[in-house]
C-alpha cells in the first residue's frame, strides 16, 4: 500500500507520508454475531448501560434500536454532546471521579488519543478483521466509518458535478454550493486535510472562490440542501443517505478521485460499572451484523477488510477509500485549520 500521496503538482516531496489509500474488498457473506453466553447473561443482570456519543441523536437512536432487537434487557442511556464538549465532559467527570460512562464513542480520534489512558484494555472478537490505517489504540475501535460524498438537490441540478475539482467551477459560484466549516469537527478535518493533500495545495483557494456558504456542521447544511437553499454540498454519506431513502430530492455520489474517511475511537472507561452490557453493545457494533446495519441502513462504509455488505454507489474497484496519517493529523492540526479559516473568510 503506497503511501505517497498524489497532488494536482505532482508527489508531495519532503515530508512525511500524509494519507493512506487503501482498497477494500468486495462485500463478503456476513458471519453471525454469536457472542459468548457468560456475556449476555451478564449484560442481562446489568440490564443498562451510559452511552456518551458525540454521534448525531438520531443516528445513534437507530443504532441503538436495532442492538436492542437482539438484546432487548439492556437499556441504553444516552449522553450526546458536540465533540469538543464531550471530550471536556468525560475528562471533568473522570478528574473528579464521577465518570459514569460505560462507552465513549467519538468522530476525532486525536482528541479520544490523548485521553487514552482513561480506557480500559478491549478488543472484539473480530480484531483482526479491521485494516490497521483505521486503528489509532489498541483500546479504540471504529465502530462508524464516515465517509465524504458529494450531494446535490436533483430537482434543480441539471448538470451536476462529477468529480471533487468540479465544485472549484465557476458556474457553481454565487453561494450554490455549501460547504461545512473545517473547525466542525474530526469528520470535517479529514476531508480538508484530503483536498489540500490530494486535490492540491491549491484547491482551497480555487475552491473558496466560487464563495460557498459555509454551515457549522452536516446537519443544517443537509436540510438547506433538500429545501435549495443551496443546490450541490460535499458531506458525509450518512447525513444524506437516510434522506434520500426517506424520498428527497438528491443525488449523491462518491467522487474518482478518492473518499476521504473519518473512522471513529470508541472504548470503555476503566472505570465502566456496566462493563458486560458495555462489551456486548461494542462487540455487535463491531460485529458483521452491526456493521451491515451501518452500512445498508444508514450509509456508512466500514473499516473492516472485506464490508459484510454492499453499500449503495460505492464500488472498491473504483473508489479509494482515503485514511488521513494520524501522526500528521495532530501535527498540521492546528496551522491547516488557521489557514483555512483565512482563505474561506470564516471567522470564529
Known amino acids: 500500500m503506497s503511501k505517497s500521496i498524489l497532488t494536482r503538482r505532482g508527489i508531495l516531496a519532503g515530508s512525511a507520508a500524509l494519507g493512506t489509500f487503501a482498497i477494500i474488498g468486495r462485500a463478503s457473506a456476513a458471519k453471525p454475531f454469536d457472542p459468548p453466553a457468560s456475556l449476555v447473561e451478564g449484560a442481562r443482570k446489568e440490564g443498562r448501560m451510559v452511552l456518551y456519543t458525540a454521534s448525531f441523536t438520531e443516528t445513534m437512536l437507530e443504532v441503538i434500536n436495532a442492538f436492542n432487537k437482539r438484546f432487548p434487557f439492556v437499556r441504553v442511556e444516552m449522553v450526546r454532546a458536540s465533540g469538543g464538549q464531550l471530550i471536556t465532559r468525560v475528562q471533568t467527570e473522570a478528574a473528579a471521579g464521577k465518570l459514569v460512562a460505560d462507552v465513549v464513542d467519538h468522530s476525532d480520534r486525536a482528541l479520544m488519543k490523548r485521553i487514552e489512558d482513561l480506557f480500559a484494555d478491549y478488543a472484539p472478537p473480530n480484531a483482526a478483521d479491521y485494516m490497521e490505517t483505521a486503528l489509532i489504540s489498541p483500546r479504540l475501535w471504529p465502530t462508524i466509518t464516515p465517509g465524504w460524498a458529494i450531494a446535490y438537490n436533483s430537482e434543480l441540478v441539471k448538470n451536476p458535478p462529477k468529480n471533487w475539482m468540479d465544485l472549484c467551477k465557476p458556474e457553481y459560484g454565487n453561494a450554490q454550493i455549501g460547504e461545512v466549516i ?167
Open 182 to 348: 473545517g473547525p466542525s469537527g474530526g469528520t470535517t478535518w479529514a476531508r480538508i486535510m484530503f483536498e489540500r493533500q490530494v486535490l492540491g495545495e491549491d484547491y482551497w483557494a480555487k475552491q473558496a472562490a466560487v464563495k460557498p456558504r459555509l454551515y457549522p456542521s452536516g446537519a443544517p447544511l443537509s436540510d438547506a440542501l433538500v429545501r435549495g437553499e443551496v443546490t450541490i454540498a460535499p458531506l458525509i454519506h450518512n447525513i444524506v443517505y437516510p434522506k434520500k431513502r426517506d424520498g428527497a430530492p438528491l443525488g449523491i455520489f462518491f467522487a474518482p478521485e478518492g473518499i476521504p474517511i473519518c473512522p471513529y475511537a470508541t472504548g470503555i472507561p476503566k472505570t465502566a460499572v456496566n462493563r458486560n452490557a458495555a462489551k456486548l453493545f461494542l462487540d455487535w457494533m463491531l460485529s458483521d451484523d452491526g456493521q451491515t446495519f451501518s452500512i445498508a441502513d444508514q450509509g456508512n462504509l466500514t473499516s473492516l477488510k472485506n464490508p459484510p455488505a454492499k453499500l449503495e454507489g460505492y464500488d472498491p474497484t473504483i473508489h479509494k477509500l482515503w485514511v488521513p496519517d494520524f501522526a500528521q493529523s495532530e501535527k498540521l492540526h492546528d496551522p491547516w485549520l488557521e489557514e483555512w479559516n483565512k482563505t474561506y473568510g470564516y471567522r470564529q
